[in-house]
């Protein structure tokens, strides 16, 4: 499984980005999809997973930010509005098969938040 992270960029505060991330392979539409973020000098730190449809977001970004899937061309994306400087981070996209132990990390879009 390859996946390839896309839509970063600088973006002014209050702005938006959508990010997307496509995966290669056959296990998309079964695994569990995830954006995750690290910021310099920070732990990596969950932002959103989507479960089959279900969505699910780190506190920080309820209202916010939207991450969704097409199955149908294995991609998840995560729409970002009212982007915050805190928001500035390397923005990585993950893939876990359900019932494994084991997950798969997309390169890192780079996300900036500044005026």
């Known amino acids: 499984v390859q996946l390839q992270a896309s839509g970063g960029g600088l973006v002014q505060p209050g702005g938006s980005l959508r990010l997307s991330c496509a995966a290669s392979?056959?296990?998309?539409?079964?695994?569990?999809m995830g954006w995750y973020r690290q910021a310099p000098g920070k732990q990596r730190e969950l932002v959103a997973v989507?479960?089959?449809?279900?969505?699910d977001y780190a506190d920080f970004v309820k209202g916010r930010f939207t991450i969704s899937r097409d199955n149908a061309k294995n991609t998840v994306y995560l729409q970002m509005n009212s982007l915050k400087p805190e928001d500035t981070a390397v923005y990585y996209c993950n893939l876990h098969p359900v019932g494994r132990t084991y997950s798969y990390w997309g390169q890192g879009t780079l996300v900036t938040v500044s005026s």
């Open positions: 392979g056959s296990i998309f539409s079964s695994s569990v």
């Open positions: 989507i479960s089959g449809d279900s969505p």
